[in-house]
């Protein structure tokens, strides 16, 4: 089947996804644009991967299209499968909530939810130095994202940019409840302008942070308020909207 | 769909996303056998059995009274290769993947019923995989007719009874299973009965998926 008429269907393991042949050459030299980039990149997302043929279709879920920057026809985009799952594969760039496990000298272990610990650098962190060592204990809590994560090498976590600024990553402060939900509810909550934490935040004001590893770490005042927001975040993956707007409005009454 | 009797499926249902614990869950109903299956994954592994280049598959089946015996370790092994033909394990090196199935009731088909959880709960927990596969039992009567997915009467009075495990890209045959004799002929008339079946159970798990996803 074409790509393009399965943009927003359920698609299979096993389907072919068939690309549009490539566009007009000629087309390209006549244009005097500064378009650096080759036009009719494709960028293959998650749950796809490429064969001969076009696209073959590795996990099952709703196929979405992005259009490339330049408004191009189909020819450029990215295509990637939302799929809903619960365990996490490191990916290069996350930003994840980690346990310290261990500390083996220099390097802390943390276990990010993956199959294979992650390390993380007593230096990567700011303002660190040798002689400035950061006070993290097994058990700790700790924001931040991967530098090395791919199938063949253990994971590195460092809770820097590439500027050395920490912005928002280190360890997470004490108190607060840390619990687990679906990748897929972590997405919904990372998009821009949420409407569960709009609605949430108008309710009691708190602490949160999403890990990409489908960890949430929640802090309000009380144990009560703290305890009822992660019951509300735990039931949204069940939940309509219609249902949540009940929920809040119930305890907003109270 | 018609129950028993010629050349169609008992009428079968599946849950998926039922356990809170595993990574992955289904379960399958087909007529009066029905199968749970739940899969952990990718997960650390102990040194021993870890492989360089691919993840370690492992599956475990429990039956529904008594301790696993032979019976369930040789179907452990067809399983554990169907599900290795399909998983593309070489995107999570060094990791382990468990299958558990667990059996709850049996009606007959009964290793059909664990090759379609098995299937239904690699795609519920989102490992990669290359294609999609199903189980189909026929059973060959003293005559020679062809019933497929049999129940546990028809099966004690069948002749053979064959099992197939099909992929969903072309057909093929990944895994086959067989119990008492059978000529080549009946067995190909047999793989041929099943081939057709199988798109039944295919366009099965794409409703079973659409309906998942329509509800988010």
Known sequence: AAAEECVGQVVLPGDVLLLPAHPDEDAERLRLSAGAAPRGRLLCGPGLRRCEAGLLVTKCGLL???????????????????????????????HVIGIVTAKAGDLFKLDVGGSEQASLSYLAFEGATKRNRPNVQV??????????????????????????????????????????????LIRKLLAPKCEIIQELSQLYPFELVLGMNGRIWVKAKTVQQTLIIVNILEACEYMTAEQRKQALAKLSGN | ????????????????????????????????????????????????????????????????????????????QLLRGTC????????????????????????????????????????????????LFCGVTCALGPDGTVVLDPTTRQEQDARAVLTFAIDSVERKVLAASSKGSCSAEEMQQCLAAAQRAAGAVFQFYRDCVRRKYSKS
């Open chain 1, 64 to 94: 979405r299209h992005r259009q490339a920057g330049g408004g191009a026809a189909a020819a450029g985009g990215a295509y990637w499968v939302d799929s809903q799952q619960k365990r996490y594969v490191p990916v290069k760039g996350d």
């Open chain 1, 139 to 184: 058990g700790d809590l700790i924001y931040g994202q991967f530098l090395v994560a791919n199938k063949d090498m253990e994971p590195e976590m460092v809770c820097i940019d590439s500027s050395g600024r920490s912005s928002g990553m280190g360890i997470i402060g004490q108190d607060g409840f840390l619990f687990k939900v679906s990748l897929g």
């Open chain 2, 1 to 76: 769909m018609a129950a028993g009797g010629g050349c169609s499926l008992r009428p079968f249902s599946c849950e998926q996303g039922l356990l809170s614990r595993p990574d992955g869950s289904a379960a399958f109903v087909q007529g009066a056998t029905s199968v749970l299956a739940g899969l952990y994954g990718p997960a650390e592994v102990k040194g021993s059995r870890e492989l360089p280049d691919r993840a370690a598959l492992e599956v475990l089946l429990r039956p529904k009274v008594g301790l696993p015996g032979v019976t369930e370790r040789s179907r452990e």
């Open chain 2, 84 to 131: 290795e033909a399909v998983v593309l394990g070489g995107l999570h090196p060094r990791s382990a993947i468990t299958l558990v199935l667990q059996v709850l009731s049996d009606g007959g088909s009964l290793l059909s019923c664990c090759l379609n959880a098995a299937c239904l709960v690699l795609l519920d927990s989102g490992l990669p995989l290359s294609a």
